[in-house]
């Protein structure tokens, strides 16, 4: 299994490995991410271990929720038989009970599997219906890092060597 498959790769309800090694790499990247903000910008730990403490403290549960997720949906769609939007439901409330639990409040679990479970049937929607729910992001502006590769003037310069015929 190579480190660049994609969740849907296969069917759902096969390979979990490949599922789980799919959504917890951009889980991993995601906590990293978070951590480093939350560490550089809002707690400033002082040393080495209670570093490392905060970006555990953020990166675990990120983790957690995604695998949660890819358990909870390969669970429903192996108990269900079934392959809808239903099964990605049933991974987001799992998601947002790991969620609940890492902020030891049951409501906040329920409030964060609702939004996942919305999320997660629109993202399925869009898999069955074949549109793209994140599109790709199509940069239209021009950027100044090869300035001699555009043209940023008015109105663009006359051929060079021509006469009015006189």
């Known amino acids: 299994m190579s480190l660049k498959a994609n969740y849907y790769d296969q069917p759902e309800g096969e390979d979990l490995f490949g599922k789980m090694l799919a959504t917890n790499k951009y889980a991993l990247a995601g906590g990293l991410g978070w951590s480093t903000v939350e560490?550089?910008?809002?707690?400033?730990?002082?040393?080495?271990?209670p570093t490392i403490a905060?970006?555990?403290?953020?990166?675990?549960?990120?983790?957690?929720?995604?695998?949660?997720?890819?358990?909870?949906?390969?669970?429903?769609?192996?108990?269900?038989?079934?392959?809808?939007?239903?099964?990605?439901?049933?991974?987001a409330f799992a998601a947002g009970g790991v969620y609940g639990a890492w902020k030891r409040n049951v409501v906040s679990g329920l409030v964060a599997g609702l939004i996942f479970s919305v999320a997660g049937a629109l993202k399925k929607q869009s898999i069955d219906e074949g549109w793209e729910f994140f599109p790709e992001v199509k940069n239209h502006a021009v950027s100044s890092i090869n300035p001699n590769r555009y043209d940023f003037t008015l109105t663009q310069e006359r051929e060079r060597g021509w006469t009015t015929g006189k």
């Open 39 to 49: 560490v550089m910008m809002v707690s400033k730990p002082k040393g080495y271990l």
């Open 54 to 91: 905060r970006y555990l403290y953020f990166t675990g549960p990120f983790v957690g929720m995604a695998s949660a997720f890819t358990v909870g949906a390969y669970a429903a769609n192996k108990l269900r038989g079934r392959d809808d939007g239903w099964n990605y439901v049933a991974g």
